[in-house]
C-alpha cells in the first residue's frame, strides 16, 4: 500500500483539532456559559494547543507551498520569457506554437484580422482548446524573417535554440523511454 503522508498529516489535524473542541465545549456543556466555564476551557485549551502544534505548523508548509505556485501555475511548462515580454507557448500535436500576440508584441506589431489570410492554416490558427490563436514553428519562423524589427532574428534563434530543440529532444526522449509496468 502506497502511504500518503499529506493525507496523514490532514487526517492526524483534523483528529487533533476536533479532539480540542470537544475537551474545550465540556466546562460550557457542565456549567453553561460563564466566567468559570470560560476559565476552564482556556485551561485545558493550553495543552491541547501543544497537541494541535505539530499537525499545524506540517499543514502551515503545505499550505505555503501550495498557495506560493498558485499564482504561476496557469503558466507550468507554457511559460518562456524573451526580451522581458511573456511568451506564452502551447503544445498542439507534436508542436509548439507560440501565441501570436506574444510573438507580435517582440516585435513591435500588433494581431490583425488580416494574419488568417497571410498564413495558412498550418503556420496560423486558433490553438485548439484555447482562445488564443498562434503560430507553429513554420509560421513563427516565416514572421520573424519577414520582420525589419532588431529583435526579430534573436528571437527566431532563441525559439530555435531554447524552445522548440529541448521540446523535440525530450518527446523524443519520452518516446524511447519503455512503458512502467504496474
Known sequence: MDENPRRDL????????G?????????????GVNVTSAGLALLIFGPCSFMLSKPI??????????????PLSRWQGIYYQFANVQIRMMD?????WVVDTDLL???GEKPTLMLGS?????????????????????????VLLKSEHFEARRMLMWLQREVYKPHRRKRELAAQRPAKSL
Do not use: N, W
Not at 490532514?10 to 483539532?17: K, N, P, T
Not at 486558433?126 to 490563436?133: C, E, G, K, M, V
Open 105 to 107: 508584441r517582440v516585435i
Open 57 to 70: 505548523m506540517g499543514l502551515s508548509g503545505e499550505i505555503g507551498t501550495f498557495f506560493s505556485r498558485q
Open 10 to 17: 490532514i487526517i492526524s489535524a483534523l483528529l487533533r483539532f
Open 92 to 96: 498542439v500535436g507534436h508542436e509548439l
Open 118 to 142: 497571410l498564413y495558412d492554416a498550418h503556420e496560423y490558427d486558433l490553438i485548439p482548446a484555447t482562445r488564443f490563436h498562434g503560430f507553429s514553428p513554420d509560421g513563427a519562423e516565416k
Open 19 to 31: 479532539l480540542t473542541i470537544l475537551l474545550c465545549s465540556l466546562p460550557f456543556l457542565k456549567f
